[in-house]
């Protein structure tokens, strides 16, 4: 499974901005998409995921603020940032999880794309 993460740049605080990430490659589910994050000096953490039936969940730093959607029949993930403060700088991973045709899991990994938020 391959992940294109694209929509990173650089934006003013109170600004927004929409990530979106394409999935490819054979797989039989695709259970999990969603998106994590690491700032210089920290360690990744989540900022949102949704599972192929809808269900969200949010990283106590987005809430709010952030929504995350996908397109099943796509193999596509978006998360809509809104408010963006200089705290949300960091490099966005796109990440999948699910299972192969040969009916193992995957945990997938896109190659991440850079979110500055300064004026």
């Known amino acids: 499974v391959q992940l294109q993460a694209s929509g990173g740049g650089l934006v003013q605080p109170g600004g927004s901005l929409r990530l979106s990430c394409a999935a490819s490659?054979?797989?039989?589910?695709?259970?999990?998409m969603g998106w994590y994050r690491q700032a210089p000096g920290k360690q990744r953490e989540l900022v949102a995921v949704i599972t192929s039936g809808g269900m969200s969940r949010y990283g106590d730093d987005v809430k709010g603020r952030f929504t995350i959607s996908r397109d099943n029949a796509k193999s596509t993930v978006d998360l809509l940032m809104n408010s963006l403060t200089a705290e949300d700088t960091a490099v966005y991973y796109c990440n999948a999880k699910g299972r192969r045709l040969s009916g193992r899991k995957y945990d997938a990994w896109g190659q991440g794309t850079l979110v500055t938020v300064s004026s």
């Open positions: 490659g054979g797989f039989f589910s695709m259970n999990e």
